[in-house]
T-cell receptor
Framework: EPEVTQTPSHQVTQMGQEVILRCVPI?????FYWYRQILGQKVEFLVS????????KSEIFDDQFSVERPDGSNFTLKIRSTKLEDSAMYFCASSQRPSGGHQETQYFGPGTRLLVL | SQQGEEDPQALSIQEGENATMNCSYKTSINNLQWYRQNSGRGLVHLIL?????REKHSGRLRVTLDTSKKSSSLLITASRAADTASYFC????????FGTGTSLTVIP
């Protein structure tokens, strides 16, 4: 069964450094998402992406964050200058269609655990 | 906010028993989805129920939806130790809103 994959599984970085988290969505999906989950807290929406554009973003997704689909398969989340509070599990998800239509289920990757020191 | 909120926050049962988790949300929805998360792992989609459906089954899972009460329940029948995980409901469209989840422990 097709699945969303993410790399790396773990990343440790120094505060102020840039990190790029990578995701390979399910191949026939058109909508892509990033979420994060701080330890012990809720899964929070960051951003959704369709047709090479951000379609929605949350308050968390400030200027430090950016997303890109550099080629036909990868979807990346970049954090420009990491802060301690960026430490979290970051999940990528993809869906074939957005809500309201068929197959709007979002399928999640296994996550990247980011630790900022 | 459309956030789903699950209760109870934690549930501990013996293997073979049924587990029931509830979810409440605040605004009108097109569908509601349940996910499972094993400790430190990703979210696994379990089941989607649409706003015009009242009940849905998938294997040992039974989900109900009451849009008048803005609530849903997830029943896991004949639980197994492998069902130990956190369970979340999610509502929303382009962005999902997750609750804090119910932590289920199934004791062998």
């Amino acid at each position: 069964e097709p699945e969303v994959t993410q790399t790396p599984s773990h990343q440790v970085t120094q505060m102020g450094q840039e990190v790029i988290l990578r995701c390979v969505p399910i191949s026939n999906h058109l909508y892509f998402y990033w979420y994060r989950q701080i330890l012990g807290q809720k899964v929070e929406f960051l951003v959704s992406f369709y047709n090479n554009e951000i379609s929605e973003k949350s308050e968390i997704f400030d200027d430090q964050f950016s997303v890109e689909r550099p080629d036909g398969s990868n979807f990346t989340l970049k954090i420009r200058s990491t802060k301690l509070e960026d430490s979290a599990m970051y999940f990528c998800a993809s869906s074939q269609r957005p809500s309201g239509g068929h197959q709007e289920t979002q399928y999640f990757g296994p996550g990247t655990r980011l630790l900022v020191l | 906010s459309q956030q789903g909120e699950e209760d109870p926050q934690a549930l501990s049962i013996q293997e073979g028993e049924n587990a029931t988790m509830n979810c409440s949300y605040k605004t009108s929805i097109n569908n509601l989805q349940w996910y499972r998360q094993n400790s430190g792992r990703g979210l696994v989609h379990l089941i989607l129920i649409r706003s015009n459906e009242r009940e849905k089954h998938s294997g040992r899972l039974r989900v109900t939806l009451d849009t008048s009460k803005k609530s849903s329940s997830l029943l896991i029948t004949a639980s197994r130790a492998a069902d130990t995980a956190s369970y979340f409901c999610a509502t929303g469209g382009n962005q999902f809103y997750f609750g804090t989840g119910t932590s289920l422990t199934v004791i062998p």
